[in-house]
């Protein structure tokens, strides 16, 4: 009685391994590949499972999360024969299970291999210059080679970042210098070209203020020119005014005794003046007669205008 009591534990104690270890809980974004009897039965998503205990077994545990895997720095050489150090970091998803449990051995450490031999291939077609130019275009290339080869392995390469590219220190120093050397070109010819837009624009100043000045003279010269032109209008126009009311008065009652008292006032002057300038004085004879020299003067006068007047008729 006793050893019965002992098997039905030890069976139900199996019973009870048996569905616990058929009990299957699979994380999520995780993929369990079941085999069944060696062979592969099914795969299996997140969530809770239950599998046939010593006939089904999980054989392939995958994540199907995007992973990243740094590629080693490795040796290429360039198109024209240039050694470069280059290391980058490879991205990759798993999105058949089956394919990446029987298709490699080891889908990522395939893929890293084969990206560093895309790498080296795709890095000799280039030259040195043009390699650091195109790194875009070179982490195309490879990511699409390693698609063409990862589809048979369940594995997507999502993309490809080189990390560095590392020339030789001789090579360094060489590029140092030619970028010194364009960078000093062009701060000359910037230069150059500033110097050359200020002659101009020193140019442009001079001719513009000569060409201001000349237009400043020419106009000032007119001004000048119509001004002095009024001037000489208003005074010959002044000039006829006074002579006709001159005449005009002339030809009044007593206007002839008035033009005799003018010019005994004017001789009178003249002699004042002269005897002001300088101590030799030339004097006519009768200078003291001012009433013959008066009447010289009339005489003149009457004689002039008796002139006219038989010219007019």
């Not at 050489?77 to 970091?89: H, R």
């Not at 001004?227 to 006829?240: F, N």
Request: aromatic residues 6%.
């Amino acid at each position: 009685m006793h050893d019965a009591n002992i098997f039905y534990i030890a069976i139900f104690a199996v019973i009870i391994i048996a569905i616990f270890k058929g009990i299957k809980l699979v994380p999520q974004q995780q993929v369990f590949v079941v085999e069944r009897l060696g062979r592969f039965s099914r795969t299996l998503e997140g969530g809770l499972y239950f599998i046939v205990p010593f006939i089904d077994s999980v054989r392939y545990k995958h994540t199907l999360k995007e992973d990243a895997i740094e590629i080693r720095s490795q040796s290429a050489i360039t198109k024209d024969n240039v050694t470069l150090e280059i290391d980058g970091v490879l991205y990759l998803k798993i999105i058949d299970p089956k394919l990446a449990s029987y298709g490699v051995e080891n889908p990522y450490f395939a893929l890293t291999q084969l990206a560093q031999t895309t790498m080296r291939s795709e890095i000799g077609k280039l030259d040195l210059d043009r390699t650091f130019e195109e790194r875009s275009s070179l982490n195309a290339n490879i990511v699409e080679a390693l698609n063409e080869a990862s589809q048979r392995w369940g594995v997507q390469c999502l993309r490809y970042e080189i990390k560095d590219i590392n020339p030789p220190q001789s090579i360094l120093k060489s590029m140092e210098q030619q970028v010194t050397a364009e960078r000093t070109k062009r701060a000359q010819i910037l230069d150059s070209e500033g110097s050359r837009q200020a002659k101009i624009n020193v140019a442009e100043g001079d001719k513009a203020e000569k060409v201001l000045a000349s237009e400043g003279a020419k106009i000032d010269q007119i001004n000048r020119a119509e001004g002095e032109a009024k001037a000489i209008i208003m005074v010959a126009e002044a000039t006829a005014q006074g002579i006709e009311k001159v005449a005009q008065t002339i030809q009044k009652t007593g206007g002839s005794d008035a033009v005799a008292l003018k010019l005994a006032e004017k001789y009178i002057e003249a002699f004042g003046k002269l005897a002001q300038q300088s101590t030799t004085v030339l004097l006519p004879s009768n200078a003291g007669d001012i009433s013959g020299f008066v009447a010289q003067a009339m005489t003149v006068f009457e004689n002039i205008k008796a002139s006219k007047t038989h010219g007019v008729k």
